[in-house]
């Protein structure tokens, strides 16, 4: 049983509702059926709380009294595909070519295999990767004629689906590792817009991806789409190919992240999410080649050419009492080996990081005669550093002279909390003999 805890406010669940139930009928087809079930956490507040549940909507597999996590999408037919894969073995038998065909042509994505059971290609990498994979279908048959008719042989394997090229035979290694990393690009169309069901392939798969944006109104049918597709097509397997525009929903997200405003549009952009890393093409896309979109490909890839990060302008004063560090700054100031800072990552929106905004400004200027102390603010929505990802707001880290990797501040966010940490850490208060300023 698939079950949602949803609140009655939550946007997110009312955007939900309509997939969920649609996903409900369809499943309740299901041979055997798949139930689903809602749970207003609001009301059932034990029971959420029984389960862990913290934010909506949150959805949890049952299964034998098990809870495991949901780790499909948010639409009808991901959510129907993510169900029934769970409610079956990794990999169903079928009877007969046609019965496959049938399978297929239901569902997103299907890999088959072909042959008996007893051979390592099925054990070892067909249901090792099925069990492990839940986006996809798994079937199974010995059947010669039909791997023919699906290009390939017996023992072999095949992959499926609606779009583009149907069939694909599958002539990698024995190996399930091999196996995944081919079907992974398999499952995006050779170029797409970018949309709430590929979020998973870019960021969840953590394919590198080169993203162009680009006016959906104006942009449309310009000359630079035509080379984007064709080279798409040219170095398919080599990076994902999308594009998008910057306003509405998913789209306008992708944007304000990747950093692209309406001024630098239309623009080509990398992302490899493995370590987030976002990359800006020189290149304006009038002037764009299949040729040159590749090698930029091949040089995001090698590491040669360098991250684009989102900076504010450096301040043209500095001198209160708290320094605003921007990512133009960030190695020169933090990076400083004679330099103690101490930095504050925030978010303007971040109800935490307003509570503790006048706390920070008095630290700041406690220790402002201190100058090789720094006591900064990042805005994080704003300006971003190459290898610094931050996980949620304020995130306060400290930079010690002697350990410039950085030490995240877990003590008492008060002003006595503050102070007494410097006071024990700072080798820069300790050298000027001010450390006892912790206990003023």
Not at 196 to 208: C, L
Not at 280 to 304: H, M, N, Q, R, Y
Request: aromatic content about 10%; charged content about 30%.
């Amino acid at each position: 049983m698939l079950v949602e805890f949803y609140a009655p406010w939550c946007g997110h669940c009312k955007k939900l509702t309509p997939e969920y139930a649609g996903a409900a009928q369809e499943l309740a087809k299901a041979d055997p059926p798949v139930a689903l079930a809602k749970v207003d956490a609001t009301v059932e507040k034990k029971l959420g709380e029984r389960f862990g549940v913290q934010g909506f909507p949150t959805l949890f597999w049952f299964k034998n009294g098990e809870k495991q996590e949901y780790t499909g999408g948010r639409t009808k037919d991901t959510i129907v595909q993510w169900a029934l894969k769970k409610s079956g073995p990794p990999s169903a038998t079928v009877c007969c070519c046609d019965t496959l065909k049938e399978k297929a042509a239901d569902a997103k994505f299907v890999l088959a295999y072909f042959g008996s059971e007893d051979t390592a290609l099925f054990k070892d990498v067909h249901v090792a990767f099925a069990n492990t994979e839940d986006k996809v279908q798994f079937y199974h048959l010995d059947d010669e004629a039909c791997a023919k008719e699906h290009k390939t042989t017996v023992p072999g394997i095949a992959f499926l689906r609606n779009f583009e090229e149907k069939v694909t035979p599958y002539t990698g290694a024995a190996d399930k590792d091999a196996l995944a990393a081919w079907v992974k690009p398999l499952m995006v169309p050779t170029i797409f817009e970018f949309t709430e069901e590929e979020i998973d392939a870019v960021f969840g798969q953590q394919q590198p991806t080169l993203m162009l944006f680009r006016d959906s109104a104006t942009d449309k049918d310009a000359a630079f789409m035509n080379v984007f597709t064709e080279a798409a097509k040219t170095h398919k397997g080599k990076m994902l190919f999308s594009y998008a525009d910057i306003t509405g929903g998913i789209q306008e997200r992708l944007a304000e992240f990747m950093g692209v405003t309406k001024e630098q549009m239309p623009t080509l952009r990398a992302i490899l999410p493995e370590d987030m890393k976002k990359f800006a093409c020189e290149t304006k896309p009038a002037d764009l080649t299949v040729d040159i979109i590749g090698k930029w490909a091949d040089d995001v890839l090698s590491g040669a050419v360098k991250p684009s990060l989102k900076s504010e302008e450096i301040p043209e004063t500095n001198d209160e009492g708290v320094f605003t560090l921007v990512g133009k700054q960030w190695e020169e100031i933090v990076m400083d080996p004679t330099k103690d800072v101490l930095v504050k990552y925030y978010a303007p929106w971040c109800g935490h990081c307003k509570k503790l905004a006048p706390i920070w400004d008095r630290l700041g200027e406690q220790y402002a005669n201190e100058k090789n102390l720094i006591i900064a603010k990042f805005d994080s929505t704003a300006n971003e550093a190459d290898g610094l990802q931050i996980g949620g707001y304020p995130t306060l880290i400290f930079y010690p002279k002697d350990n410039k990797a950085g030490v995240t501040y877990e003590g008492d966010r008060d002003l006595e909390g503050f102070s007494k940490y410097l006071s024990e850490n700072s080798s820069v208060l300790k050298e000027s003999g001010n450390s006892a300023k912790a206990e003023l």
